[in-house]
Nanobody, 129 residues
Framework: QVQLVESGGGSVQAGESLRLSCATSGFTNRDNCLGWVRQGPGKQREGVAALAEVDGSTIYADSVKGRFTISLDDATNTLYLQMNSLMPEDTAKYYC??????????????????????WGQGTQVSVSS
């Protein structure tokens, strides 16, 4: 059974950095799409970044491009989201998410985060100005 467990959220000042981690388990192959999705107060869920495990390709939302980096440590099966130059509008609950046993269409997946099948419990990120 696929499990996703996030950690690393917290409260920071604008301009600071945080790294989110997602411990993954239960995958049976590398045909998976992994991603980070956030939901801010009063907002819809937004796909932030996604990665295709089979070839490591990545995609980012325009709102975070150049500031956030998604990566996967194959040795520990841990997905990361390095967040730099944080802004108050990045305040949200961040979820690790996955689509399993599929080839990833990242261009379509990221703008449609409801297509992710597996979700972690989320970790809160709060950025003050």
């Amino acid at each position: 059974q696929v499990q996703l467990v996030e950690s690393g959220g917290g409260s920071v000042q604008a301009g600071e950095s945080l790294r989110l981690s997602c411990a993954t388990s239960g995958f049976t192959n590398r045909d998976n799409c992994l991603g980070w999705v956030r939901q801010g107060p009063g907002k819809q869920r937004e796909g932030v970044a996604a990665l295709a495990e089979v070839d490591g390709s990545t995609i980012y939302a325009d709102s975070v491009k150049g500031r956030f980096t998604i990566s996967l440590d194959d040795a520990t099966n841990t997905l990361y989201l390095q967040m730099n130059s944080l802004m108050p509008e990045d305040t949200a609950k961040y979820y690790c998410a996955a689509v399993i046993n599929t080839r990833c269409g990242l261009d379509f997946l990221l703008p449609h985060p409801q297509l992710f099948e597996r979700w972690g419990q989320g970790t809160q990120v709060s950025v003050s100005s």
